[in-house]
């Protein structure tokens, strides 16, 4: 088959489409990834030495704006310059990630009677995907909760298409209790600012941990003085390109509630605390981290009622009852869904041509 992966935008997109592309070229199918224009997609699709296609796109801002108006004219003029390029290709299918850089080749293609197969990576679709889905002959979903918002007829639970370093990681136990802190791909400023001083608290109570942080380009420096000027044993990140070895060094997480780290997580068997970011659309982060506390591997923490005082009693109770965060991550490796990669691909391969 001749197939189009559109997963530009951001890394959230590129990442599992990249994933899914790499295996169904094992397969034997032709791939060609369509991307967005953005600086952040020739770092993240280092290594794919196969075909790429280009179609400017950006964001749809809410409200009603000049931006907003503009924005319309660059989708429209994205959908045309998609359409002229699926017309000399003709693919098989499209394969689309979500994000506003599916918009053009997912239109485009249903213009052409291409099939389209959409992957929805959280438990409450984006306003991507959501428009889209009228237009797909099939769409994947990580989270069960997502069938719900989505034409249930079209959905099928394929979990999270992820890299395959991260099925064969071996967790290693350390003589001290060894926290990893994840603040996203840019870091967290709440997380930069609150840990510190919650684990130097814990410190002089002398209960000792060792912590990795990755803390964002911006705010790494300042944070690895604070662990330093505490005396406290920590690996300061800005950002970490393998981060499933960072994983088998780790016991305990806590993070952002984004698709990606969840799923990462759970195959990893890493239990965790969750502080989804308020402010991410349609609350999906929030969705997302209910829905892993579901499976008991996995808890939840507002941001607005995350204090000092809560997270030194919450870190103390874990480090004290080492049985807790066992339970944990005997839960999460009994439910996580492990080949997201290999059903996605699946689901590609099964596509039915639209009449």
């Known amino acids: ?31 060609t990834l369509w991307l967005a224009g953005r ?20 964001g749809f801002p809410s409200g009603i704006s000049l931006k907003a108006i503009s924005t319309t004219f660059r989708l429209c003029h994205a959908v045309f310059l998609s ?25 485009a293609a249903h213009l052409c009677h291409i099939p389209v197969i959409l992957h929805e990576a959280n438990a ?7 428009f889209l889905s009228r237009f797909a002959t099939s769409i994947g979903i990580a989270f069960p909760d997502a069938a719900s918002h989505l034409n249930a007829e079209k959905t099928s639970v394929t979990g999270f298409p992820l890299r395959k370093t991260f099925s064969n990681i071996n967790h290693t136990k350390s003589d001290k209790f060894t926290l990893l802190i994840i603040g996203g791909s840019q870091g967290a400023h709440i997380f930069n600012e609150m840990f510190p001083e919650a684990i130097e608290a814990l410190y002089k109570q002398n209960i000792h941990l060792k912590v990795m942080h990755l803390a964002g380009m911006h705010e790494a420096d300042v944070v690895e003085k604070r662990y330093k000027d505490a005396n406290i044993e920590a690996e300061v990140y800005a950002f970490s390109h393998d981060i499933a070895s960072i994983y088998a060094k780790t016991d305990f997480v806590i993070a952002r509630a ?7 997580l759970a195959i990893c068997g890493l239990p965790a605390l969750l502080v989804p970011h308020p ?10 981290a209910m829905s892993m506390a579901k499976q008991g591997g996995m808890s939840v923490q507002p ?20 049985d807790i965060t066992e339970i944990m991550r005997t839960k999460l490796k009994n439910s996580a869904i492990g080949n997201g990669t290999e059903l996605l691909a699946n689901l590609v391969e099964q596509v039915k041509y639209p009449d």
Not at 18 to 25: G, N, V
Not at 43 to 51: C, F, V
Not at 124 to 130: H, L, N, Q
Not at 313 to 322: P, S, V
Request: hydrophobic share 40%; aromatic share 4%.
């Open 1 to 31: 088959m001749n197939i189009c992966v559109a997963c530009g935008g951001t890394g959230g997109h590129i990442f599992p489409g990249l994933a899914t592309a790499q295996e169904l070229r094992t397969r034997g199918h032709n791939i």
């Open 39 to 58: 600086s952040v997609e020739t770092s993240s699709i280092d290594g794919w030495d196969g075909a790429t296609v280009s179609v400017q796109a950006s």
């Open 83 to 107: 359409w002229l390029k699926m017309r000399k290709m003709r693919p098989d299918a499209v394969l689309a990630m979500g994000s506003y850089a599916s918009v053009g080749p997912v239109i």
């Open 124 to 130: 409450v679709p984006g306003r991507a995907i959501s």
């Open 258 to 264: 984004g698709a990606a780290t969840c799923t990462e």
């Open 279 to 288: 402010t991410a659309a349609r609350n999906h982060q929030m969705l997302n």
């Open 303 to 322: 941001q607005q009622d995350m204090t000092i005082e809560w997270l030194v009693n919450y870190l103390k109770n874990l480090i004290e009852n080492d």
